[in-house]
Every structure is written in C-alpha cells, then in structure tokens.
C-alpha cells in the first residue's frame, strides 16, 4: 500500500478549477517527481496535500484520509511542506526558524539530537544560528527550509522546486542532500520541479503535469527515455 | 510674567516634576504594552483595551469587597481571569472577523470599547468608588527629591511587566510561535501551528498586562467605569512614540509621554486644560518626522 494516495483530485482558487482530478500514488522510501509546464498544477497538488487549498475526491495518507484536513493538522500527521519560494521565517533567527519546525515536539532530547543531525547535514549553519534568516542567500534560505522540516521529523516532505533560482551547483549540493536524507533518514520524498534533468536522475518514479492532470507517469529512467518528455521538458 | 517663569523653575523642582512624570507614566506605560501586543498579533488597535482593564479592576474590586480576600492574592486571580476573559472575547468575538479589513476590526474593537463600559457600569454602577494600593502613599526622600512608594511602585511594576513579556516572547516555546504566527500565518501553520490559538492567546496576555495597568490606575484616580478613558488616550500616544510594533517603546513611550505632561502642565501656564490635545500633538509631530516611532520597524515593501 502506497504511503500516499491521490485519488481523482480536483482544486480550485474560487470559480476556477486548477487541478481536473489526479490521480497518483507515493511509496513509503521513494523520492518521487512531479514535472511540468508553470501553472500545470504542481504547486496546487503540493498545497492540496498539506490542506492549503481546498479539494475534492480522495488524499490517502498512511491508511487515513487526509483530504479536508486544514494544514496545521496536516502537520500534525508529520507531513512537511517547504513550499513555494520557502516559507522564510524571515525576521527570525536561523536558530528560531529550525525549532519552529520542532515547535510541536514534547520530546526535548530527541529535538537536540535531530538539531546535530541537520547540521551534520548543513556544516555551515551552527555558526550562522543566531544570524537572521531574511539575511541568508538563497541556496541558504533552501537548506534553511529543507532543515527546518527535517526537524518535524517528517515521514512525508513536500518539496516545491527546490532548485528555483538557484545557481547550478547549489542545485547539485541540495540535490545530494535531497538524497541522503531519503536514504539516510528513511524519509519519503514528492518533489515538484521545472528542472526535469535533475529532477528525473533523483526520482524513482515521476509524473508529468499538463494543464491540472496527469499526462504521462513512470519510473524516471523510463521517462528520460520517453520522447515527447525529452522534447518538452528535457530540451534535446 | 517671563521672570515669574524663570523665579519658579528650579533645578530639584524639574527633578521633582519628572520623578512624577515617570510614575504616571508607568500607568501610561504598562496599557500602551497592551495595545502593542494587540498589534503586533494583528495589526489592529484595540479601542476597547481601557474598558476591558476597567472591567476587571471592578472584578478585583469585588473580590476584595465582598469576598475580603488579600489584595497580593487578589491580585495574581485578577490577571488571571483577565487573561482566560481577554482569549474568550478574541474566540468568540474577534474570530468572525479575523480576517476582515483592519477598519471592520476597530469598529469591532469600538463596539467592545461600549460593551465593556455599559457592563461596568450595570454591574457596579456609575458611583466613585476608592480602590486600595498594596503601598503606601507616604513620602520618601530620595537624594533630596519627594515620592511616594506607590510612585516607586508604579515605575517599578511597570518594568517588571515589560521584563516578565520580553522574556516570554525572546525565550519560551509559546512566545516563539506567538511571534511566527503574527508574522508568518501561513508558513507557521504549515508547521503545525494553530494560528488562531496563538491570536486569542495574544489577546490574553494583552487583557492580563491591562488588568495590571487598571489595578495600577484605580487607587490614583478612583474606580469609576470611564476612569481609563484618558489613560488610553495617553497610551495610544506612548505606543505611537514608541513605534506601535515595539513592546519596549511602549514603555519609554509612556515614560517619555509621562515626564513630558507632568512639565508642561507644571511650566506652562494654563497648560492643565490642553493636556489631552498636547497627546494629540504628540502623535502628530512623530507620525511626520519619524513614521516608525522611536523603536518601529518602518515597513518597506517591494512593489
């Protein structure tokens, strides 16, 4: 049984309606990929699993509907949503910004032993702790994000493109941690992206998105093989 | 007229006027902190903060009349109860319009402002009542200046409260997500954070710090159900000087608003009468040279 199940799928912002049922299903352990044109509904799926917009038809997670629930409580079922443009806690500290993300936790020594384990990942930001986060670059502010769920101790992260606007080889070292943290912590992984290229090599299993449905799904080698994948999205 | 002026200012009697400036100033102080907290969960302010310290400076009044209870216990259950009253009113009152447009929000905040006096005023009556202060109002001399330890008091119970709401807010868990989901809803919700929680508490722990400040005002003036409306005026004036988003500002605020009055309506002949408009232009001369007050964040947006 799939950790996460989505079943036909529809959102709307207001009268119109963004996502025309999807359907798509996530391994417990996988790294799986949503690619796409902007306004696809990439963004839109991510926010209707974390309970941000509102749906109809079937969100599974873990054996329990999910669908309806309001993000806090999403949360709550330690499903972790960096999203778009990474939900900065700008005016706070580093340090503030990664015990929000253990805000909820009672279990103190667990937190402390979750904070060295992120910053075994992120060497660089026990020593930047106390500096405000709106001040850090934006390869920083990703790793921020991508630490700050970490410290929910999530089962699911959502991640919204990680790589946006971000030089090339800070994609790479996002990526590799991406995928460490998979293997490393055991956490399942949805990933939307425009960098299909990257997106592909990290993901078992990828789904492409065409104006709010599922146009084409597969294992992600077999999607770098696929021709008309190559051309839209791949560019050769 | 001009060596009258000079005839009566001397250097102690200055001194004197701003010792008892920095008192009344902690009255003034301790609600403009109420009204900071207000904003800084919301963005709003809250007209009715006076009339909810009044309310339960009255219910503190009860508890020692008619329950003679001691006032250093009435006093904790007092702040207390205001607290638990200040995050019913936002859940029950508040929530509807949480989301509405900041000036549907005052006019919610005016209409609380003639709830809590008319309630006052039903339950206990529109009689001057005198209320007791925990200190005495005999003088002390300090370096050759006069005031009384309920002055001492004032100033004193007023940057506790400052000490007790910073340490709260820059240490604790609750105070963390209290400041992230006032400035960051949608993302601390992502989080797991019950935003609207954190707002009722915000309101709480505004009603508890002016339940303080009503407690602080009622034995100078006498209890009464209109006896905060000047106050809130003063405090809107020291949480304006103060940069309206900043706890610490309200305090020097009202300090500063406090020494000020108490030298002009010393100095300046006739000046008694134009204390409340002097508020005012107060207000004025901030909003136009400094937006952001002494101690605000001047919001610049990208656009």
Same mark, same amino acid.
């Given at each position: ?119 075994? #990942? ?84 990828? #789904? ?24 839209? #999205?791949?560019? #050769? | ?182 400035? +960051? ?48 005026? +003063? ?69």
């Amino acid at each position: 049984m799939p950790l996460l199940e989505l079943e036909n799928v529809t959102a709307s912002y207001g009268s119109i309606e963004v996502l025309h049922g999807i359907s798509l299903a996530v391994d417990e352990g996988s790294v799986v990929a949503m690619l796409g044109a902007n306004g696809a509904g990439k963004s839109t799926t991510l926010r209707a699993i974390s309970g941000m917009v509102k749906v109809s038809g079937g969100i599974t997670f873990s054996g329990r509907s999910i669908a309806g629930l309001p993000p806090e409580d999403v949360a709550r079922r330690r499903i972790a949503h960096v999203p778009e443009g990474r939900g900065m806690l700008a005016q706070l500290t580093v340090l503030e910004n990664l015990q929000m993300g253990a805000c909820l936790r009672r279990d103190g020594d667990g937190v402390k032993r979750d904070l060295e384990r992120v910053f075994g #990942y992120f060497p660089w930001m026990p020593q930047r702790s106390a500096q405000t986060a709106g001040l850090l670059s934006g390869g920083e502010q990703q790793m921020l994000a991508i630490a700050r769920a970490l410290m929910m101790r999530p089962r699911l992260l959502l991640l919204d493109e990680p790589s946006l606007g971000l030089a090339p080889t800070v994609v790479r070292s996002i990526f590799e941690i991406i995928g460490r943290i998979n293997r490393e912590e055991g956490v399942t992984i949805l990933l939307v992206e425009q960098n299909a290229r990257i997106a592909l090599r990290a993901a078992a299993r990828a #789904y492409v998105l065409e104006v709010g449905e599922i146009a084409v799904s597969g294992s992600g080698r077999e999607l770098a093989r696929n021709e008309s994948v190559r051309r839209s #999205y791949l560019g #050769y | 007229m001009a060596t009258d002026l000079l005839l009566t200012v001397s250097i102690q009697g200055v001194v004197q006027q701003i010792v008892f400036g920095l008192a009344t100033g902690g009255l003034y102080a301790s609600l403009a902190l109420a009204l900071v907290l207000i904003y800084r969960a919301m963005e709003t302010l809250n007209f009715a903060q006076g009339e909810m310290a009044t309310f339960t400076t009255f219910i503190a009044w009860s508890l020692l009349t008619y329950l003679r209870l001691p006032y250093w216990l009435v006093f904790p259950v007092t702040v207390a109860l205001a607290v638990v009253g200040g995050v019913l009113v936002e859940r029950v009152i508040i929530r509807p319009v949480e989301r509405a447009p900041v000036i549907t929000l005052v006019l919610v905040t005016i209409g609380l402002f003639a709830i809590f006096n008319g309630l006052s005023g039903i339950v206990w009556g529109y009689v001057v009542r005198p209320f007791p202060s925990p200190l005495p109002t005999s003088p002390v001399q300090v370096g050759g200046v006069g005031l009384s330890y309920q002055d001492l008091g004032l100033i004193g119970v007023s940057t506790i409260v400052l000490v007790l709401i910073w340490l709260f807010f820059a240490r604790t868990r609750i105070g963390l997500m209290m400041r992230s989901a006032a400035l +960051y809803p949608q993302t601390s919700r992502l989080l797991g954070v019950r935003v609207g929680w954190m707002l009722a508490l915000g309101w709480g722990l505004a009603a508890g710090v002016g339940a303080v400040s009503g407690m602080l005002v009622a034995p100078i003036t006498v209890l009464d159900p209109n006896m905060m409306q000047s106050v809130l005026l +003063y405090a809107f004036t020291a949480a304006v000087l103060g940069g309206i988003d900043s706890p610490v500002g309200a305090v020097v605020g009202g300090l500063v608003v406090g020494v000020l009055l108490a030298l002009v309506g010393t100095y300046v002949p006739h000046a008694e009468d134009l204390r409340l408009a002097f508020g005012f232009i107060v207000i004025l001369v901030v909003l136009v040279f400094r937006p952001g007050g002494l101690f605000g964040h001047v919001h610049v947006e990208r656009v």
